[in-house]
């Protein structure tokens, strides 16, 4: 055993909203060690993971609320070890987990505490981990509590929230160029207005377009610049652009990634540090902490079912529209398909549409595989998070639920790894602790009013962001992968070559890949390319991490 403490503090942790001094091995051990490591943990404030390996093997880890900052672990020989990234921890000798290849396939990501590496875990978000005597403690230092009011004064709430935005903007601002991502949706745009009010210049803007119909939102982008004056930079990212840069950005994450919005993500932030930006601020956390998703508003539809008497409904709808009574009438159809649907319990009925799901597990995977996994895993990690907040709304539950799986798994990440990949630091402005702290004692009307998305968010920042951002449709900078696919003969090579390859390791069906590429992503690019994408992502990251794996039968 080593005779030395191995100390590692990523992002700046701050006790309060104040600003705090370097952590050092002492600080955070004499911290732990006065109010225990929960306690500690939950007093740091920011994007953060630190993490204390002690002489005798024994160690502290904790990481912030969201996983801005990220922390993997594993035990050796009796000794805790740690890093930021999951394949800093692994060998030659390490295996692939299988059942984490089947959460890449269903959510597109590998959720924590799991990670492709057997052995291998990250911490998740709002935890800490004390490894003692040979014994690992995972726990919570923060879950979610909402205090849901039934009401407030907006005009005393608006100032202050536009107080709270002003100063978790200003806390990013690290002196550098100031610069952002800009999608031209209501908080990149938002974003990029603050930087010039409270840093004293306009921002420099950065923004991803695509020659695609639909899928092109550079025109809000142009609104937003000219709002506020920003320096204001463009990059259409094509179809060659995603050849030269999916088997380098697949292979930079620690383990198989598959959210799409990398790749233009990554060719942003690259356009932004050429431009000479070291640091970007990006808007992700507007819509999960104020009700800005579509599916927010879906799912109260969905509720209102719920609020009819028992047995009303299974008396009278539920025999009257059992599945499959008005086929081919489509109005009747739908009443059928909406109870089916709303019968569903949380979270459950979010993954109705998940791909892998509706596709079939037995379609895509071989037997083999099925046989080393447990598919009803995933639903149970789900039902845990979805448990955990502490609420009563639906919204709220949903939005924590959301933090989770939508933040701290996908979009966060995706950020991250594509910004450290161009050299480029990040700072989310809107996971600021103390706007995080406002969100949850906004009343839940606020953030969903009827079927109006984030209600309170708009309205709050009405006359601030021109009104054509505020009536949007919510965007982003998603990739017409599956349109292009179709189209551009370089990338449908790459993505047939990859697919081929990946059938030949014993994980999905050799008879599932000729009829998804010749039928199924032809009729419908936009639904199935997404598919093709992921399998596509994961086979190039197995080329650079593990080339020759496949499947143990």
Known sequence: MSNESVFLCLGSPSVGPAASPAWTADAWRGKVLAEGLTRAAAGLTGGFAIGLSEPDGSGYLAVDKFAVQTLCYRVVDGRLRFAERADALADEHTEIDPQAIFDYLYFHCIPSPRTIFKGIHRLPPGCSAQYANGQLTVQHFWVPE????????????????????????????????????????????????????????????????FEAQGYDEMAFARIAAKRFGTDHHEYYVTPDDLVRGIGHVAGSYDQPFGNSSALPAYYCAKFARDDGVTKLLAGDGGDELFGGNSRYAMQRIFGWYGRLPASFRSAVMEPLFRPGAFKGIPVL????????????????????????????????????????????????????????????????????YDWRYTLAESDLPKVRGTTQLADVGVGFPFLDDELLSFSMRLPADYKLKGLKLRWFFKEALRGFLPDEIITKKKQGFGLPFGVWVTQHDALRQLAVESLNSFAQRGIVRPDFIRPLLETLLPEHPGYYGEMVWIVMMLEQWLRRHRPDYRLAH
């Open 146 to 209: 909402f205090s849901e009011p039934t009401s407030g004064s907006f005009d005393a709430l608006r100032d202050e929230f536009r107080h709270l935005l002003d100063k978790s903007v200003a806390r990013q601002l690290d002196g550098s160029k100031p610069a952002c991502f800009l999608s031209g949706g209501t908080d990149s745009s938002s974003v990029a207005g603050l930087i010039g009010q409270v840093g004293g210049r306009p921002a420099s803007t950065y923004s991803i377009g």
């Open 333 to 400: 159809g739908k009443g059928a398909g909406y109870i089916n649907q709303a019968k569903v319990p949380m979270p459950d009925r979010l993954q109705m549409y998940n791909l892998l799901r509706r596709l079939g597990f037995a379609e895509v995977l071989t037997p083999g595989f099925l046989a080393q996994v447990d598919p009803d895993d995933a639903g149970n990690q789900q039902r845990a998070v979805w448990a955990l907040a502490i609420a009563q709304e639906p919204i709220n539950r949903t939005l924590a």
